[in-house]
């Protein structure tokens, strides 16, 4: 079974590797697949998703995976399950945002997206990575998710705030109720209150859904308590393959 990993905005696929390590020693039937968000210039946010399930389809030939998503990744994990479910055995849901509920907040959450992907073209990108890990999400911890400045493309980066905004994304919970026969698992932070509440609404309102807290985390949960992360999702994937 492959388990396809979403990184989150600002990221790289090699964010992952340590954990995808750490999940496939674990598991001799599974493998992590990085995927590369970067990898076209996708023209909408359909594009992305046609193309991604196409690759899916292309390379598991029919059988069904895992999606691992974080942050934004999470976010299109989210949406993946919930138009394509038969291409998913289940999904981990990492810090994601269910979506925006009225044309008010899109348009306001697009105005500020729009805005970061100007400054990316524009702005010494060190300082706009510094701005960003200063931002309240990451519940006052620096970044301890590997990053290595030389693989970040601005111009990739400033379409990325375009494509995959928010304000591009219908809001998922109606879509997620609906599910019945895809598991999924919703991971957040203990010091991350606003994710956490995401999750224990989601997890309320959504027969399919588990939430788990990990302690001594904030937004960048995978990274800052790694053990007990792959600890809870490896349990999770444990359940799957016995289904």
């Known amino acids: 079974m492959r388990i396809w990993c979403l990184h989150g905005s600002l990221q790289t696929p090699s964010v992952w590797k340590a954990i995808g390590d750490a999940i496939e020693s ?5 493998k992590v697949e990085e995927v590369n968000l970067y990898e076209n210039e996708y023209e909408s946010f359909g594009h992305w998703r046609a193309q991604f399930y196409k690759k899916v389809e292309c390379q ?4 069904p995976s895992l999606l691992l998503g974080y942050s934004m990744g999470g976010r299109l994990a989210m949406d993946a399950v919930v138009n394509k479910p038969a291409l998913w055995r289940g999904g981990i849901l990492v810090g ?15 105005q500020k997206d729009l805005k970061w992907a100007r400054r990316f073209r524009t702005e010494d990108i060190q300082e706009l990575l510094n701005e960003w890990d200063s931002l309240p999400v990451f519940c006052g ?3 301890c998710a590997r990053r290595e400045i030389s693989e970040l493309d601005s111009e990739k980066i400033s379409r990325f705030f375009d494509v995959f905004s928010k304000a591009r ?3 998922m919970l109606p879509m997620l109720r609906k ?3 895809t598991p999924l698992l919703y991971i957040s932070g203990s010091d991350d209150l606003k994710y ?3 999750g224990q609404d989601l997890a309320t309102h959504c027969l399919q859904i588990r939430h788990e807290i990990i302690p001594q985390a904030g937004h960048r949960v995978p990274w800052e308590n790694q053990d007990a992360f792959v600890s809870e999702v490896s349990l999770f994937i444990g359940s799957v393959l016995q289904k």
């Open 26 to 30: 674990k598991f001799e039937s599974v």
């Open 60 to 63: 598991t030939k029919g059988q």
């Open 96 to 110: 994601a945002d269910p979506g925006l509920i009225s044309d008010d907040e899109r348009r306001k959450q697009l």
């Open 141 to 143: 911890r620096s970044n």
């Open 169 to 171: 994304q219908p809001n």
């Open 179 to 181: 599910l019945k026969n």
């Open 196 to 198: 956490t509440k995401f």
